[in-house]
C-alpha cells in the first residue's frame, strides 16, 4: 500500500555514505536560523506583542553573552545507510554489497488510517522505492554539549539558568535546520537546486513511535560526541534531537493520530513485541 499517487525512483547515493561525527566550531552561525515563536511558546509569551519584543532583546543579548564564553559546543553524528523496503518497515544494510546478507537493522513506520489535513493513509515507508535499493539518513545532534560547564558562570542564577537552557534548546533546533542544509547540498547531497526532504522524529506525529529511537541509537553511536540516553529513553543533553533524513522530493509531515487494531497487531507482529507490550507503547494512539 502506498499514499503515493506518482511512484519515484530510489533516491541518490549519498556523497559520503556511512556514519560520520560532525562538529559546528562557530555557533553564531546558528543564530539567523533561530525560531523565535518558539522562544516565545517557552516562556508562555504572545508571539509579536511588546512583551515579546522586550523578552527576546533581552534573551538575545544573552545568548550573546553565552556564546562568548566559548564553551556551549555543537556536534552530533549524521549517517547513511541503504535500506530495502518491505511492506511499512525497512531493512538496513551497512553497505550496497552486503544487500544479499543479513540486515544491520529494522525500521518500523506506521500508517495513517484517516484522513486529515488533505492526507490520506500515509506512511513514512511511502517515501522508498519498494522494488530495489534505496537511502535513508539519520542524525542525532545537540547545540548544547557542555551547557552544564557553562551553567556554573551564571552563578547560581535561577533565571539565567533557566533562560540558557531555553536558549540552548532553540540553539540545538537551529543546528537541526543548518545540518539538514548541510546533507541536502554537501553530505548527500540530493537537493542542489531547491530544497526539499524532511527529518521526522520518532515519538512526533509523522512517526510516533518513540521506540524507534533505540535502532537509531544503535546505528549512530552518539554516546561518542557526548550525547547519551537514559532507560527511559531521554536524551542527554535535554536539549538534543534524534531523528530520519528522508530525500524523497515528495516527502512531507503529517499527524498519524488514530490507528485501529488491525495495525496494532500487524505492528506488534514487526516489532516482535507481544500484543500486550504494543498497547502500552501505542495505546494513546488507538
Given at each position: 500500500?502506498?499514499?503515493?499517487?506518482?511512484?519515484?525512483?530510489?533516491?541518490?547515493?549519498?556523497?559520503?555514505?556511512?556514519?560520520?561525527?560532525?562538529?559546528?566550531?562557530?555557533?553564531?552561525?546558528?543564530?539567523?536560523?533561530?525560531?523565535?515563536?518558539?522562544?516565545?511558546l517557552?516562556?508562555?509569551?504572545?508571539?509579536?506583542s511588546?512583551?515579546?519584543?522586550?523578552?527576546?532583546?533581552?534573551?538575545?543579548?544573552?545568548?550573546?553573552?553565552?556564546?562568548?564564553l566559548?564553551?556551549?559546543?555543537?556536534?552530533?553524528?549524521?549517517?547513511?545507510?541503504?535500506?530495502?523496503?518491505?511492506?511499512?518497515?525497512?531493512?538496513?544494510?551497512?553497505?550496497?554489497?552486503?544487500?544479499?546478507?543479513?540486515?544491520?537493522?529494522?525500521?518500523?513506520?506506521?500508517?495513517?488510517?484517516?484522513?486529515l489535513?488533505?492526507?490520506?493513509f500515509?506512511?513514512?515507508?511511502?517515501?522508498?522505492?519498494?522494488?530495489?535499493?534505496?537511502?535513508?539518513?539519520?542524525?542525532?545532534?545537540?547545540?548544547?554539549?557542555d551547557?552544564?560547564?557553562?551553567?556554573?558562570?551564571?552563578?547560581?542564577?535561577?533565571?539565567?539558568?533557566?533562560?540558557?537552557?531555553?536558549?540552548?534548546?532553540?540553539?540545538t533546533?537551529?543546528?537541526?535546520e543548518?545540518?539538514?542544509?548541510?546533507?541536502?547540498?554537501?553530505?548527500?547531497?540530493?537537493?542542489?537546486?531547491?530544497a526539499?526532504?524532511?527529518?521526522?522524529?520518532?515519538?512526533?506525529?509523522?512517526?510516533?513511535?518513540?521506540?524507534e529511537?533505540?535502532t537509531?541509537w544503535?546505528?549512530?553511536?552518539?554516546?561518542?560526541?557526548?550525547?547519551?540516553?537514559?532507560?527511559?529513553?531521554?536524551?542527554?543533553?535535554?536539549?538534543?534531537?534524534c531523528g530520519?533524513y528522508?530525500a524523497?522530493?515528495?516527502s512531507?509531515?503529517?499527524?498519524?493520530?488514530?490507528?485501529?487494531?488491525?495495525?496494532?497487531?500487524?505492528y506488534?507482529s514487526?516489532?516482535?513485541w507481544?500484543?500486550?507490550?504494543?498497547?502500552?507503547?501505542?495505546?494513546?494512539?488507538?
Open positions: 500500500m502506498s499514499a503515493l499517487k506518482e511512484p519515484w525512483l530510489s533516491s541518490p547515493a549519498p556523497n559520503f555514505p556511512g556514519r560520520r561525527e560532525v562538529f559546528l566550531e562557530d555557533l553564531s552561525k546558528l543564530i539567523p536560523l533561530i525560531d523565535w515563536h518558539f522562544f516565545d517557552a516562556w508562555q509569551i504572545k508571539s509579536r511588546e512583551e515579546s519584543v522586550k523578552w527576546q532583546k533581552e534573551a538575545k543579548s544573552e545568548l550573546n553573552y553565552l556564546l562568548s566559548k564553551i556551549l559546543r555543537a556536534g552530533g553524528v549524521i549517517a547513511f545507510f541503504p535500506v530495502r523496503r518491505f511492506g511499512d518497515s525497512l531493512n538496513v544494510y551497512e553497505t550496497v554489497e552486503s544487500i544479499s546478507e543479513k540486515p544491520l537493522a529494522k525500521l518500523h513506520f506506521l500508517r495513517m488510517q484517516e484522513e489535513d488533505g492526507n490520506a500515509c506512511s513514512v515507508a511511502d517515501f522508498f522505492n519498494p522494488k530495489s535499493v534505496d537511502w535513508i539518513g539519520m542524525f542525532a545532534l545537540s547545540a548544547s554539549l551547557l552544564e560547564k557553562a551553567i556554573e558562570k551564571a552563578d547560581g542564577d535561577m533565571y539565567r539558568i533557566l533562560l540558557w537552557k531555553t536558549l540552548a534548546a532553540r540553539l533546533e537551529a543546528y537541526s543548518y545540518m539538514h542544509r548541510e546533507v541536502q547540498k554537501k553530505w548527500w547531497g540530493y537537493a542542489l537546486g531547491e526539499f526532504g524532511v527529518r521526522p522524529v520518532p515519538g512526533y506525529p509523522t512517526t510516533p513511535d518513540h521506540s529511537i533505540e537509531l544503535h546505528l549512530l553511536m552518539p554516546e561518542s560526541v557526548g550525547i547519551t540516553m537514559t532507560s527511559s529513553k531521554m536524551m542527554v543533553p535535554e536539549a538534543s534531537v530520519y528522508i524523497h522530493p515528495l512531507h509531515y503529517f499527524n498519524i493520530r488514530r490507528i485501529g487494531e488491525d495495525q496494532l497487531k500487524d506488534a514487526r516489532k516482535g507481544s500484543e500486550k507490550k504494543a498497547r502500552e507503547e501505542l495505546g494513546r494512539l488507538l
